[in-house]
């Protein structure tokens, strides 16, 4: 199983838990996925909307943990004081940690997203921070008091799969004994299948089940393609060679003319 | 006074955190709070005395990837 600050996880897929055509639609998702941890978020509420109440309600029947983030956040200030309200809020000491540092990529701010890390870390949040496969930015999070890191595949939302497979790969030897989850960018379950292949312990996703035609139907294919993935890297997979091998042997073989 | 909810002008007459947010609508609803950019805790509204001009975000559980 894998383990996040010493929670033991059954599955190894993540959902989010926006752009869903409906809430029945994120419920039916959730329950295909079989994900164990969803990602909420914190926004504005009006007076007496309620809505924030009712969104509770609704993942809490999924019986999954939650995995707070501190989505949209441009500046360390503002992602600590978001991650303070949702602490409060889903009553976890879980952070996702995103400080975005460029608009059009939604690429982390690799400063600012240090520095965030140990502010929390020092306030008693578990963070999981969302960074990018650059290895001495990993380095740097694990030294402000990460214990998860999450490395994305592409920028958030564009399905482009992993784009920088050596990158991730280094990533991943560089820190074999840290739980890493693939986080972003995943658009198909064979993109899933692929990460869990190269050994990371998890991957998260959101836009590719929610906007998918059938979202319910995506998000089983997603943690099949995540099983499958798992079984591959538990099972040694062989080395690749660029020459022939036979696979039936040619002893016995009738000699033919 | 006038302070600023979410980004918008709103004319309060109760003078700390906790009971703006009953004025305000939110009377037992699942909000956190923060005052000029700054977390205030649950426990610690009704000691949060609001002055004109102040900056109050209150958000809420929502979705989010």
Same mark, same amino acid.
């Given at each position: 199983?894998?383990?996040?600050?010493?929670?033991?996880?059954?599955?190894?897929?993540?959902?989010g838990t926006a752009q869903y055509p409906s809430p029945a639609?994120?419920?039916?998702?959730?329950?295909?996925?079989?994900?164990?941890?969803?990602t909420v978020s914190v926004r504005r509420e009006a007076g007496?909307?309620?809505?924030?109440?009712?969104?509770?309600?609704?993942?809490?029947?999924?019986?999954?943990?939650?995995?707070?983030?501190?989505?949209?956040?441009?500046?360390?200030?503002?992602?600590?004081?978001?991650a303070h309200m949702a602490r409060e809020l889903f009553d976890?000491?879980?952070? %996702? =940690?995103?400080?975005?540092?460029?608009?059009?990529?939604?690429?982390?701010? !690799?400063?600012?997203?240090?520095?965030? *890390?140990?502010?929390?870390?020092?306030?008693?949040?578990?963070?999981? !921070?969302?960074?990018?496969?650059?290895?001495?930015?990993?380095?740097?999070?694990?030294?402000?008091?990460?214990?998860? =890191?999450?490395?994305?595949? *592409? !920028?958030?939302?564009?399905? =482009?799969?992993?784009?920088?497979?050596?990158?991730?790969?280094?990533?991943?030897?560089?820190?074999?004994?840290?739980?890493?989850?693939?986080?972003?960018?995943?658009?198909?379950?064979?993109?899933?299948?692929?990460? #869990?292949? #190269?050994?990371?312990?998890?991957?998260?996703?959101?836009?590719?089940?929610? %906007? *998918?035609?059938?979202?319910?139907?995506?998000?089983?294919?997603?943690?099949?393609?995540?099983?499958?993935?798992?079984?591959?890297?538990?099972?040694?997979? #062989?080395?690749?060679?660029?020459?022939?091998? !036979?696979?039936?042997?040619?002893?016995?073989?009738?000699? =033919?003319? | 006074?006038?302070?600023?909810?979410?980004? &918008?002008? +709103?004319?309060?007459?109760?003078?700390?955190?906790?009971?703006?947010?009953?004025?305000? @609508?939110?009377?037992?609803?699942?909000?956190?709070?923060?005052?000029?950019?700054?977390?205030?805790?649950? @426990?610690?509204?009704?000691?949060?005395?609001?002055?004109? @001009?102040?900056?109050? &975000?209150?958000?809420?559980?929502? +979705?989010?990837?």
């Amino acid at each position: 199983m894998a383990e996040f600050y010493g929670t033991e996880v059954a599955s190894r897929l993540m959902l989010g838990t926006a752009q869903y055509p409906s809430p029945a639609i994120l419920e039916q998702a959730f329950r295909r996925s079989g994900a164990g941890i969803a990602t909420v978020s914190v926004r504005r509420e009006a007076g007496g909307e309620r809505a924030g109440g009712a969104f509770w309600d609704l993942v809490r029947q999924l019986g999954v943990s939650v995995l707070p983030n501190t989505a949209g956040c441009h500046s360390v200030r503002e992602a600590v004081t978001t991650a303070h309200m949702a602490r409060e809020l889903f009553d976890t000491k879980w952070i %996702k =940690l995103e400080v975005i540092g460029h608009a059009d990529t939604l690429q982390p701010d !690799p400063f600012g997203l240090v520095e965030a *890390a140990r502010i929390l870390t020092e306030d008693g949040f578990e963070v999981f !921070p969302y960074t990018t496969e650059d290895v001495v930015l990993g380095e740097r999070l694990l030294e402000a008091g990460c214990k998860v =890191l999450m490395p994305w595949g *592409a !920028p958030i939302g564009t399905g =482009l799969g992993l784009t920088n497979i050596y990158g991730l790969r280094t990533l991943r030897a560089q820190f074999p004994d840290i739980p890493m989850v693939v986080d972003a960018g995943l658009g198909l379950p064979s993109q899933a299948a692929m990460a #869990m292949e #190269m050994g990371f312990d998890a991957v998260l996703l959101n836009t590719a089940v929610a %906007k *998918a035609g059938d979202p319910a139907a995506m998000a089983e294919g997603f943690a099949l393609g995540v099983k499958a993935g798992r079984l591959a890297f538990e099972a040694d997979p #062989m080395e690749p060679r660029d020459m022939a091998a !036979p696979s039936t042997p040619l002893i016995g073989k009738a000699f =033919l003319k | 006074m006038k302070i600023n909810v979410n980004g &918008e002008p +709103q004319e309060v007459t109760a003078s700390d955190l906790n009971a703006a947010l009953a004025e305000l @609508g939110y009377r037992d609803a699942k909000v956190a709070t923060a005052v000029n950019e700054e977390f205030v805790p649950a @426990g610690g509204r009704a000691s949060v005395v609001l002055q004109p @001009g102040d900056r109050l &975000e209150i958000v809420a559980p929502r +979705q989010g990837g």
